[in-house]
């Protein structure tokens, strides 16, 4: 193969370089240093004690005190206003609108010029010091919330309903670049999820229908890395082309036999994608169907993530959210694992004249530049736990809280799917049967 | 009618059962749904680059199969070998 394969583009170097393994951003600065930095001669030490560098800042001067004022009368009374992007103050009734941080950031241009690893500075490997907003341990099932104390100091877990107060505070917090507000309200989530779940109900688990309360659906906003990238992705595989078709035999024997052509296949191409969101939760990202109803919430993706607005806790009053708990290198992997198969659905259309079909065989990627923004997303989220083996299974409906897709699981009653299968069963085999003892 | 014929129409009741318990467990359960970001994000490729490299190197006489073994170009989440930047 080694032969005909073309040179491979040559790999960006450079400190952020993904071919060089960069440390984890900011590890210096961190003191993760091998050798501590003030045993060194001043200059070198001056270098590693520096900052690391930011590449997009999108922490607002403004809101550093915890306390969001509303821009005329300094009032820090401040809501979301219902279905729109429009922050609202309640005490003078003025209204505006967030910085939309696409515009404010750059962040839909340049990704042809995209190099090396940018991370905004709300996606930056998480540490301590969040300051407005706190995120709690839930006592009642350890999952973890994030509240705005600015607004609340207790609050109500959204898995477990458990309420429980500032004092359980868990020592850290990430604070996200931008906020996509809620645009789909309540009674549409409601009347969406009861939409879904009435075209399901007829094997659906007896206990589900009699406590099905879609009124207790929950606004959450979930936390996500929005990645911009710009890559190569070389594949090679055998691909195959008819020559002839036969048959031979004759009556029952008759077979059809082919002949075809094998080409050695490969294929290069350049992309950027803008704007690949990828859950930065570590529970969320874990798609096991036989544990877990994840999938469900990642199929309502994609988000219109452009029009999310500079971070601003208070979008979140009245809302409940999840605090990131994975950095830019852990989700590494995700990101390439998505850009081969982005590069494999691009070069489909280029191998149509192998009329078998083709078999890759090796495939490579080459990030060469890749753009990380922090960002909550709307999730209109409802629940119902189904007892089992190994602590049963959380069957989620989730509405996307931008543009109303909806998507859920709903526990099926076995007896009742298996009967109905035996009895289509049965009533074909009858026919099959009668055709067969009528010849 | 011939043995095969007769055997397939034998496999047509538990083949239905089958099928219609998978495909309502599927409607209900949504195991098979994710993110389709192949198609749902926004890529900007230029032209793919490669086909002019391609060669035959073998060919098959007399198969019976309508397609390629392993056939996975429809199937882009199907990870493969994957070449590393010291490899070719």
């Known amino acids: 193969m080694s032969n005909s394969t073309t040179p491979p583009p040559a790999p960006p170097t450079g400190p952020g370089s993904p071919r060089e393994v960069p440390p984890a951003p900011g590890t210096a600065a961190n003191g993760n240093f091998p050798i501590d930095p003030s045993t060194l001669p001043p200059p070198i030490r001056d270098e590693l004690l520096a900052a690391d560098p930011v590449a997009i800042d999108t922490e607002s001067d403004e809101l550093k005190d915890g306390a969001n ?54 996606a930056r490997d998480i540490d301590d010091g969040a300051s407005s907003l706190m995120s709690f341990k839930c006592t009642g099932c350890g999952a973890e919330v994030t509240v705005n104390t600015e607004s609340a100091m207790t609050a109500r877990c959204h898995w477990c309903r458990h309420v429980f107060g500032v004092n359980e505070q868990v020592s850290n917090g990430a604070v996200p670049d931008a906020v996509l507000p809620f645009h789909i309200k309540k009674d549409d989530a409601v009347a969406r999820i ?39 992705a070389e594949i090679v595989g055998k691909g195959e082309i008819k020559t002839r078709e036969y048959t031979q035999g004759s009556g029952d024997k008759k077979k059809t036999y082919y002949d075809a052509d094998v080409y050695a296949v490969q294929r290069h191409v350049d992309f950027t994608v803008d704007d690949l969101p990828l859950e930065s939760s570590g529970a969320r990202g874990n798609h096991d169907t036989s544990a877990n109803t994840n999938n469900i919430i990642n199929t309502i993706l994609p988000f219109d993530t452009r029009n999310a607005v500079k971070w601003n806790a208070s979008y979140l009053s009245g809302y409940s959210s999840e605090k990131r708990d994975r950095d830019v290198e852990q989700l590494r992997p995700r990101l390439e694992d998505q ?31 890749s753009r990380w923004v922090s960002m909550y997303l709307p999730v209109w989220l409802y629940s119902y736990h189904q007892p089992g083996r190994n602590g049963g299974m959380l069957h989620y409906i989730a509405v996307n809280g931008r543009t109303g897709e909806t998507m859920g699981s709903v526990p099926v009653q076995q ?5 109905a299968a035996i009895t289509v069963g049965t009533f074909l085999e009858g026919i099959a049967l009668w055709i067969l003892g009528s010849m | 009618m011939s043995d095969d014929g007769g055997l397939a129409l034998l496999l047509l009741g538990p083949a239905g059962g089958a099928g219609l318990y998978w495909m309502l467990y599927r409607y209900y359960r949504n195991t098979d749904k994710s993110h389709a970001f192949e198609r749902e994000t926004t890529v900007d490729a230029k032209p793919v680059t490669g086909a002019e490299h391609d060669r035959q190197v073998d060919e098959v006489k007399g198969t019976r199969e309508t397609r390629i073994k392993g056939d996975n170009v429809g199937d882009y989440r199907d990870r493969v070998e994957r070449m590393r930047n010291d490899s070719t």
């Open chain 1, 415 to 419: 007896w009742k799917l298996l009967t």
């Open chain 1, 194 to 232: 009861r939409q879904f779940v009435d075209k399901r109900r007829l094997f659906a688990l007896e206990e589900f229908k009699q406590q099905f309360t879609p009124e207790n659906v929950v606004g959450v906003y979930l936390p996500y890395m929005i990645v911009d990238g710009r890559a190569s």
């Open chain 1, 339 to 369: 850009l081969l198969s982005i590069a494999r659905c691009q070069v489909e259309a280029s191998v149509g004249r192998y009329d078998r079909g083709v078999r890759w065989e090796r495939e490579r990627i080459d990030v060469h530049g």
């Open chain 1, 69 to 122: 004022h509303c821009p005329k009368c300094g009032a820090t009374d401040i809501r979301q206003r219902p279905g729109t992007d429009l922050l609202i103050c309640l005490f003078c009734r003025n209204e505006w609108h967030g910085q939309r941080v696409e515009e404010e950031f750059g962040l839909g241009e340049g990704l042809d010029a995209l190099t090396g690893t940018v991370i905004a500075s709300g």
